[in-house]
């Protein structure tokens, strides 16, 4: 007989970077789920869906060649037709693009759109740093130039955070200028570091030339200690810059969000104007949402001159913070009815009771497949149960069940028929 060749079991293991979502984590996914549906309901964003895969060429053309995203963490796929795409590394080209493409600037001006999905970026993971993880963005396109709309993505992304029961945030807030006000920052920049270009790490060296701006955001720990004394764009900014940036600050004020200045922060993509941000937390140093302005993106894309701005919530690392806090969660679905048989004929017919529950709405745990009425018991108080329904061979012959309450001990026994309306009765 031929020998079959056993398999190594890592072969079967999750690709680098890339994770499950289990069963036991799924109701956090869910509540999350539903958070970002209330939030975005609640401030008027209405759902777009573009696909994980796109073109190469929309995320060099507007998140940059010159980024981390595009230069080294891009999934490429490369299609029968020879066609370059991508797995998404984040969401917003796809929306602009979708936006250009639909002329959805019809629908709203300024145009409020929300997303949830999967991105993609060949990262080394690590803490809150996955290959595959999940984005919810808030995106207001069109309309005025206004610093509301700042505000109002800020709020968005801050309060989907707070509604997932984390507190302690705060949001870092920066610009970097407009066409108009950055190149007379990026000479200040560059002057600044001429000279000391050997104490630069390598990136950082070639940056210099191309983003001197992406200077201030590097890692490294050299160039982190020479950006200490760098200049700042405040001192550059011109009047409408200036303006917008304060204006904002004062929105955050408004509604009570806890800001505060970092005037290093430049985010890594190439397509953001003015307003900056990122979300933080006490005890954490990965962002858990940010995003900023991006005004000439629509307009790069070959639509018409459009202001817009948007933010994302990272949604691995909130799981992370909520685990790591261990917060616990009041809404986490119970199940609050459980079916308990004795006996074979009660456990075939439990089968009907169930189907009668759902025609009335109501949902039922179990577990038929155990016969030990002790087992079955013990499996409801672990469900939480609110109430156990007994239903044995006296029962099944008397056609009613029995409806324990598993908190004070109390127990009544009803017809069939009425099953349906004492359960909703004692579970009010
Ligand atoms: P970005 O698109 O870079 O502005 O990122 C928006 C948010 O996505 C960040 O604030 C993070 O919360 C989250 N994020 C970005 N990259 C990753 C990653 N590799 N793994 C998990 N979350 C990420």
């Known amino acids: 007989m031929k020998k079959i060749k056993k398999l190594k079991p890592e072969m079967f293991t999750s690709v680098k970077g890339m994770h499950d979502i289990l069963p036991q984590e799924q109701w956090l996914w869910e509540k ?24 190469v060429e929309l995320f060099e053309k507007t998140t940059g060649q010159e980024t981390d995203i595009v230069e080294k963490q891009m999934f490429t796929l490369v299609s029968k037709g020879e066609e370059s795409m991508v797995l998404r590394p ?18 709203g001006q300024p145009l409020k759109l929300y997303y949830f999905g999967p991105m993609f970026r060949y990262e080394q993971p690590q803490a809150g740093r996955f290959r595959q993880f999940h984005q919810a963005g808030f995106e207001i396109i069109g309309g005025e130039e206004d610093s509301l709309y700042d505000a109002q993505v800020v709020i968005a992304c801050y309060r989907l955070i707070e509604e997932m029961g984390i507190n302690e945030c705060s949001v870092q807030v920066n610009t970097i200028g407009c066409k108009n006000c950055r190149p007379a920052y990026r000479k200040k920049l560059q002057e600044y570091y001429k000279g000391k270009e050997k104490n630069l790490c390598k990136d950082c060296k070639r940056r210099l030339v191309t983003n001197p701006l992406r200077l201030l955001d590097c890692k490294e720990a050299q160039c982190q200690e020479l950006k200490k004394e760098a200049p700042i764009i405040l001192d550059y900014l011109c009047t409408n810059c200036s303006k917008h940036f304060k204006s904002t600050l004062e929105y955050l004020e408004e509604v009570g ?138 029962e099944a012959f008397e056609e009613n069940i029995i409806i324990r309450d598993l908190k004070t001990g109390a127990q009544e026994t009803v017809p069939l028929p009425k099953l349906a309306d004492s359960i909703k009765r004692k579970l009010q």
Do not use: C
Not at 32 to 55: G, H, L, Q, W
Not at 90 to 107: D, K, N, W
């Open 257 to 394: 969000i806890p800001y505060s200045l970092n005037h290093y922060l430049v985010r890594g993509l190439d397509y953001y104007t003015g307003v900056v941000f990122e979300i933080m937390t006490t005890g954490f140093d990965f962002a858990l949402g940010s995003g900023g302005r991006f005004n000439d993106l629509v307009e790069l894309m070959g639509g018409k001159k459009t202001p817009a701005v948007g933010a994302a919530a990272g949604l691995e690392r909130l799981v992370e913070v909520i685990k790591a806090r261990e917060i616990k969660d009041s809404h986490r679905p119970r199940q609050r009815v459980f079916l308990v048989h004795v006996g074979d004929v009660a456990k075939r017919r439990s089968l009907s009771i169930i189907e009668l529950l759902r025609k009335a709405d109501i949902k039922v745990a179990e577990t038929l497949g155990k016969d030990s009425l002790k087992n079955q018991l013990r499996n409801a108080d672990k469900a939480g149960a609110d109430l156990a329904l007994i239903f044995g061979q006296k």
């Open 32 to 55: 999350m789920d539903k958070a970002v549906k209330n939030i975005a309901n609640f401030y008027n964003f209405s759902k777009i869906e573009t696909p994980v895969v796109e073109r």
């Open 90 to 107: 984040e969401g917003t080209p796809g929306v602009v693009r979708a936006y250009i493409q639909y002329g959805l600037s019809h629908l």
